[in-house]
């Protein structure tokens, strides 16, 4: 597998992150100023960590970070990190119970994509079901003012996928960070402050 010795690929070995997409989400938050000290964050897609250890240094001591992957995490990670090797959206009872037990959470972040066949229309659908899956549990574990970043791959449904984001927030942004690669089909949709906590929608309705 070719590897990409880039500048950020050399920054992040210099920073002590696992990988150079650390930057992509440090520009995010520079621009958007998400993560501050003591916010609880859900993130999804985290292996081999550098989101993950990001998120834990923005948020301090005080704060939490609980992610996942279907891969390990490479490398050490402060105590605020709980970490589970898992499929999140197989609904599995240890992801499932620390959610609830932990949150609700203040921002979800999902960097997540398909293992890439190839084909666009292929890998453009997988990562469409990703992030539409990431925005559901965006709904069911963020306060209610909370925020989400949800990478997808562009295509054809990326517009309609972002009217369902607009329906759940009040503002959406579409961000293409300077550190992706120029090839690169991806981009990151920003939820900013989610109308209506799951509780909430919970309570109306009973």
Known sequence: ??????????QAKKDNYPARSVYK???????LRLLRPGLKVVDLGA?????????AQKTGPQGLVLSADLNPLSGDFPPQ????????????EAFSQALEDLGPFDILLSDMAPKTTGNKF????RSMDLAVE????????????????????????VQS???DMRRVFT????????????????????????????????????
């Open 1 to 10: 597998m070719k590897k990409y010795r880039d500048h950020y690929f050399k």
């Open 25 to 31: 989400l440090k520009e995010i938050d520079k621009k």
């Open 47 to 55: 292996a081999p960590g550098s989101w993950t250890l990001f998120a």
């Open 81 to 92: 990190v709980t970490f589970f090797q898992a499929d999140v959206f197989a609904r599995g």
């Open 122 to 125: 292929t890998d453009q659908a």
């Open 134 to 157: 990431a925005l559901a549990l965006a709904e069911q574990c963020l306060v209610q003012g909370g925020h989400c970043v949800i990478k997808i791959f562009m295509g054809p449904d």
């Open 161 to 163: 996928f972002t009217q």
């Open 171 to 206: 503002t959406v942004k579409n961000i293409k960070p300077q550190s992706s690669r120029a090839e690169s089909k991806e981009v990151f949709l920003a939820g900013m402050g989610l109308k209506q906590a799951a509780q909430a929608r919970d309570t109306q309705e009973q």
